[in-house]
Nanobody
Framework: QVQVVESGGGLVQAGGSLRLSCAPS????????MAWYRQAPGKQRELVAS??????NYADSVKGRFTISRDNAKNTVYLQMNNLKPEDTAVYYC?????????????????WGQGTLVTVSS
């Protein structure tokens, strides 16, 4: 089964930057929509940013600070996070939906990553 693998989380001071990356773990997966969600302690998971085709969408709380982008050749999605705030502290999850061609068959999949922790200190 194909998964998505996230990287780039860590500890940063307020005002700093981090870049998250996410890519499928196996060949043959063609993603349609890719997105980043986050879940802070005691809160529900929320959409941070998404990209589908040439269209991007952002949560109001991150507009102007975060940028989602995609390298189609690498089937990789990035989240550049600038001017980070303590309230951005959360586990960030990569999401991808698309189809996976393997062994001569095609399957439609929705995949969630395991999550990567972003901690912003004040």
């Amino acid at each position: 089964q194909v998964q998505v693998v996230e990287s780039g989380g860590g500890l940063v001071q307020a005002g700093g930057s981090l870049r998250l990356s996410c890519a499928p773990s196996a060949r043959g997966f063609s993603a349609n929509r890719m997105a980043w969600y986050r879940q802070a302690p005691g809160k529900q998971r929320e959409l941070v940013a998404s990209i589908s085709g040439g269209n991007t969408n952002y949560a109001d709380s991150v507009k102007g600070r975060f940028t989602i982008s995609r390298d189609n050749a690498k089937n990789t999605v990035y989240l550049q996070m600038n001017n980070l705030k303590p309230e951005d502290t959360a586990v960030y999850y990569c999401y991808a939906d698309g189809n996976w061609v393997t062994g001569g068959t095609q399957r439609d999949l929705v995949i969630w990553g395991q999550g990567t922790l972003v901690t912003v200190s004040s």
